[in-house]
């Protein structure tokens, strides 16, 4: 069965402690993995696409990188505004059956 | 550009109601979706559209009807609410297939009491 699971549950950071937030998936035809903030109240936005494995993408404090099994997204020196939750999501399956999956995220707190 | 917009942001039903909720999209995308989202489950795909006038049954599709009448517009109907149906409702939008990343429009919080 298609997963996606994502660890851990809640993370509290003091700023400037360093983290990494775990994606692990077990899908068939991974096409792209995709990582997405989302803010209390409002809609997840969109942050990174990774499509094969070794590659990785940054983005100011945020950098992801991805495995044949799982993706990481690496928080260096947060900031208490990077608090939020952090989905990952996949896209799998083979041509006209394509799946997009989400886990249920990370809910991050980063403490001033 | 609005990118995703989303009516009403909240509503109250009672058992039995029925209402709509409406998606609309600027960015001319093909694939339209509904997720709900409850606490502890993520996101899960309730119906989707790859097209003008098409539309597909998600992973929830029980209890829920949709249209996409234009290609800008996805409706999401709720014919008789039950209080299983409290949820947080969120549209989202994308190219083709892809992989693309998604859209999403900022919720609707639905109580069915």
């Known amino acids: 069965e298609d997963q996606v699971t994502q660890s851990p549950e809640a993370l509290r950071l003091q700023e400037g402690e360093s983290s990494s937030l775990n994606c692990s998936y077990t899908?068939?035809?991974?096409?792209?993995l995709f990582w997405y903030r989302q803010d209390p109240g409002k809609g997840p936005e969109f942050l990174f696409t990774?499509?094969?494995a070794g590659e990785e993408k940054e983005k100011e404090r945020l950098k992801a990188t991805l495995t044949k099994k799982e993706s990481f997204l690496h928080i260096t020196a947060p900031k208490p505004e990077d608090s939020a939750t952090y989905l990952c999501?996949?896209?799998?399956?083979?041509?006209?059956?394509?799946?997009?999956?989400f886990g249920t995220g990370t809910r991050l707190k980063v403490l001033a | 550009n609005a990118g995703v917009t989303q009516t009403p942001k909240f509503r109250v039903l009672k058992t039995g109601q029925s209402m709509t909720l409406l998606c609309a999209q600027d960015?001319?995308?093909?694939?339209m979706y509904w997720y709900r989202q409850d606490p502890g489950m993520g996101l899960r795909l309730i119906h989707y559209?790859?097209?003008?006038?098409?539309?597909a049954k998600g992973e929830v599709p029980d209890g829920y009807n949709v249209s996409r009448l234009k290609k800008q517009n996805f409706l999401l109907g709720l014919e008789s609410a039950a209080p299983s149906q409290t949820s947080v409702y969120f549209c989202?939008?994308?190219?083709?297939?892809?992989?693309?990343?998604?859209?999403f429009g900022p919720g609707t919080r639905l109580t069915v009491t």
């Open positions: 989202a939008s994308s190219y083709p297939p892809g992989p693309y990343e998604q859209y």
């Open positions: 899908v068939s035809g991974l096409r792209g």
């Open positions: 990774l499509y094969s």
């Open positions: 999501a996949v896209q799998a399956g083979t041509s006209g059956t394509y799946k997009y999956i």
């Open positions: 960015m001319n995308h093909e694939y």
């Open positions: 559209s790859v097209g003008e006038g098409t539309t």
